[in-house]
């Protein structure tokens, strides 16, 4: 059993900053990419920032020099860190993750259940 928990999530005015965490727990032999997703009310969800194991990055060209992704190895945690919200930023957003479990053959992807993020003005 894998669970991707997201935490950080809220209300903040234009301008402001939130951190999202995301906590991976269970029968976990590797974890290999992880990721933040959103998705806003009609519109498809789409990849904000992703990071590989060793730390190689990657971010979507709305949010380059905003937000910073980062992960902690041995707490099999991924963090998102915005800044300089604006209004369209607006969205569930959503961890992910390849894991393999143990005694698993494959690597499969995870999600958690998404935590809302709310930029007013």
């Known amino acids: 059993q894998v669970q991707l928990v997201e935490s950080g999530g809220g209300l903040v005015q234009a301008g402001g900053s939130l951190r999202l965490s995301c906590a991976a727990s269970g029968s976990i032999f590797s974890i290999n990419d992880m990721g933040w997703y959103r998705q806003a009310p009609g519109k498809q969800r789409e990849l904000v920032a992703a990071?590989?194991?060793?730390?190689?990055?990657s971010y979507a060209d709305s949010v380059k020099g905003r937000f910073t992704i980062s992960r902690d190895n041995a707490k099999n945690t991924v963090y998102l860190q915005m800044d300089s919200l604006r209004p369209e930023d607006t969205a569930v957003y959503y961890c992910?993750?390849?894991?393999?479990?143990?005694?698993?053959?494959?690597?499969?992807?995870?999600w958690g259940q998404g935590t809302q993020v709310t930029v007013s003005s």
């Open positions: 990071i590989a194991r060793l730390g190689r990055t």
């Open positions: 992910n993750a390849e894991i393999k479990r143990s005694y698993s053959s494959s690597f499969n992807v995870y």
